[in-house]
């Protein structure tokens, strides 16, 4: 029906950059594509999940506090894919990451991506 499967996370030096992926797939996503929000969250240790940023369907963003200016999210719909671009990143951007979507009132979750920023 749907699923997500993110990549692109890793090891990086506090002042780095990652980028994430995440591709969907399924026969119900390819219904609802086009009319989709798209979410990155992310959960540390011992803290709770966090939405991290969004963006519709047709390119509107937006961010928490804690990563503006300094995460970028975007998608390309034509390949199903949303990415999140990391810049400058901090030891508190420590988390896992995890790509989101809803459609029909139920919500579907990638199997996340560590990003470890360490030096």
């Known amino acids: 029906q749907v699923q997500l499967v993110e990549s692109g996370g890793g090891l990086v030096q506090p002042g780095g950059s990652l980028r994430l992926s995440c591709a969907a797939s399924?026969?119900?996503?390819?219904?609802?594509?086009?009319?989709?929000?798209m979410n990155w969250f992310r959960q540390a240790p011992g803290k709770q999940r966090e939405l991290v940023a969004s963006?519709?369907?047709?390119?509107?963003?937006s961010y928490s506090n804690s990563v503006k200016g300094r995460f970028t999210i975007s998608r390309d719909n034509a390949k199903n894919t949303a990415y999140l671009e990391m810049n400058s990143l901090k030891a508190e951007d420590t988390a896992v990451y995890y790509c989101n979507t809803e459609i029909l009132r139920r919500s579907y979750w990638g199997q996340g991506t560590q990003v470890t920023v360490s030096s």
């Open positions: 399924g026969s119900l996503f390819s219904i609802y594509a086009m009319n989709v929000v």
């Open positions: 963006i519709a369907s047709g390119g509107t963003a």
